[in-house]
């Protein structure tokens, strides 16, 4: 039944011409130590090649090294072993081609939520005493506009522009640290469980929303969440990641890499039919099992979904 | 609706005092302590009229009138016709005011940097290897023991006083800088980068402008330790100023004058610490202290 699903899913997939790679890493390894237990391995052998505007969400339970993943494509951390590559060009510091959207601490509090948002491309456009000519002030006025347009795109309203941080739900909140990271346009988007402490109707009109962004500026998407549902309803491929295990060392602990074309109905309304379910149902006991199973049993399944989706 | 006094509220912790309970509340402890010295006061004065240990309430109106309208013993006497103004500008306390306010307020702006180096002990790490274990360990000396090496090194004028406060202070604002520092949280730096920030950009535009109100608050906290090291500066060695006056006066007994410039002092830094965190409430609205 699920082979079906993955099938049909399949059909109805686009036929798009091979894209450029944004993202490449190459047997990237990260272990650290851990006091008395020695050498911790967090990621193993890891291969990927994420495409220009593919919507990647990577997903497994807690401590197989989602985050580390994302800080590693971010260029906040660095691997033990193999390299990594965005936008063609190695990581080795975190820079402007990555967006990013972490779960809090979003925002900085001393600005409003106009200056969050345009803070980045203030600072991309002059420094210090640039900033005193008028051509500074012409530009001002015209990004106030963009961003102002990004932040009703995000669902903020006029009189919510001038508004601290700590003046905003956590959901408003992540709508503008959404915003203040699409008005940079960065090659690649970062985000990491950005929706994780929001309420249910909340975190459900942002999905609508990022996905509506996703849609209509196609920047590359890589989505950390531990949520299953929230992972096929956004991602165009999903990355399962387990828990590596020591007795097994030097076996890649990424479980599925799957791809899921996304759907042309609401969120709401693809959630409720039955291939999405049966996917969901089969993604879920992937996961279960994933944090169980052996590297070896979690291989031979990717092999078989890889088989099921070619 | 607000629920009547009851004896037991005042043990309760889930209950909401009234407006008016809250302001008279606060008073009390001061009604009392103007009251108990009154009354030693008044017993001391029964068994000698002449005492000055604790002054009546006449003895220390004339000590005042004498802080503010005359001049200091040591200076020439003023005019006879002279105006009021002239007689406060001359007078002792106002001299003496003028003469610790700017030692002070000197010592304050030299801390200015050491807030600083506390902000980029926290946010560069090879200026925290290079500082942070100093400063760590010339916070653990006292500072009077210094005062010695000061007079020698600056003199017995401004500057070693100035100093006294100055290293005094400086190691604890550092670290105090450097533990609010390290608190602004690791996603917004991360994320200042990803905005094209660059490293001066964090430290200043990101760290510094989160910090600033709580770098303010902890200057507020030291603002006690910095008047007592500008204290024991000027008891040992100076010719004017505040606790200069307070340690003549002790020679003779002259607790009129004593006692007004007690609450003189702490008037001022009332009002420095009420103007401070005035500047940081209007300049900082987005600021939630915990």
């Known amino acids: 039944m699920v082979s079906a699903a993955l099938r049909l899913i399949e059909d109805i997939a686009p036929n798009s011409a091979p894209r450029r790679t944004e993202i490449e890493l190459r047997d990237v390894s990260v272990s650290y130590r851990a006091g008395k237990e020695g050498q911790k391995t967090v990621l193993s052998k890891l291969n990927l090649k994420v495409a220009a505007g593919e919507f990647v969400v990577i997903l497994g339970e807690t401590g197989c090294g989602k985050s580390t993943l994302l800080r590693l494509i971010l260029g906040q951390e660095f691997p033990t072993a193999g390299a990594i590559e965005v936008d063609g060009k190695p990581v080795t510091a975190i820079d402007a081609r990555c967006g990013y959207v972490p779960q809090k601490y979003s925002l900085f509090p001393d600005r409003t939520v106009l200056g969050n948002v345009m803070y980045g491309p203030e600072n991309a456009k002059s420094r210090f005493l640039a900033r005193l000519r008028p051509s500074f002030f012409a530009y001002r006025r015209k990004l106030r506009a963009e961003a102002q347009a990004y932040l009703v795109r995000m669902g903020l309203r006029p009189q919510d522009m001038d508004k601290y941080p700590h003046q905003l739900s956590g959901g408003m909140q992540q709508r503008v640290a959404i915003a203040q990271a699409l008005l940079m346009h960065p090659p690649v988007l970062l985000l990491d469980e950005a929706f994780s402490a929001l309420d249910p109707s909340t975190r459900a009109s942002l999905q609508e929303q990022l996905r509506d962004v996703w849609l209509e500026l196609k920047p590359t998407v890589v989505f950390v969440t531990h949520n299953t549902s929230e992972a096929l309803l956004l991602g165009t491929r999903l990355i399962l990641l387990g828990r590596h295990r020591e007795d097994r060392a030097g076996e890649t602990n990424l479980v599925l890499d799957m791809q899921i074309p996304p759907s042309k109905l609401p969120l709401s309304m693809q959630m409720q039919t039955r291939e999405f379910q049966d996917l969901l149902e089969h993604v879920k006991q992937l996961a279960y099992k994933s944090s169980s199973m052996n590297t070896e049993d979690a291989i031979a399944d990717r092999i078989v979904e890889e088989g099921n989706l070619a | ?290």
């Open chain 2, 1 to 290: 609706m607000a629920q009547s006094f009851r004896i037991a509220d005042l043990t309760g912790i889930q209950v909401r005092p009234a407006r008016l309970w809250t302001h008279s509340l606060s008073w009390i402890l001061f009604v009392a302590g103007i009251a108990l010295y009154a009354h030693f006061s008044i017993v001391r004065h029964r068994e000698n009229p002449e005492d000055r240990v604790i002054p009546s309430a006449t003895q220390l109106v004339q000590g005042m009138k004498a802080s503010v309208l005359e001049p200091a013993e040591e200076d020439d006497p003023l005019d006879p016709g002279a105006s009021l103004v002239q007689q406060v500008r001359h007078s002792m306390i106002w001299k003496d005011t003028v003469s610790s306010a700017r030692r002070f307020l000197i010592a304050l702006l030299l801390l200015v940097p050491a807030m600083l180096i506390g902000l980029h002990m926290a946010v560069f790490p090879y200026a925290g290897a290079f500082f942070l274990r100093f400063v760590l360990f010339f916070d653990k000396i006292v500072a009077l023991s210094l005062l010695p090496i000061l007079f020698i090194v600056f003199g017995i004028d401004e500057w070693s006083k100035i100093m006294l406060m100055v290293i005094g202070v400086a190691p604890t604002l550092m670290l105090d800088a450097y533990n609010i520092s390290g608190g602004v949280p690791r996603e917004q730096i991360v994320k200042a980068f990803t905005l094209k920030s660059t490293n001066l950009d964090v430290a200043y535009r990101v760290v510094l402008k989160q910090v600033l109100p709580q770098l303010i608050n902890s200057v507020r906290l030291n603002l006690k330790p910095l008047a007592l090291f500008l204290f024991a500066g000027e008891m040992i060695a100076s010719t004017d100023g505040l606790a200069y006056r307070i340690a003549i006066m002790r020679r003779h007994m002259g607790m009129d004058i004593i006692i007004p410039y007690l609450l003189w002092v702490a008037l001022l830094l009332f009002m420095l610490d009420a103007l401070l965190r005035f500047t940081n409430r209007r300049l900082h609205p987005w600021y939630q202290p915990l």
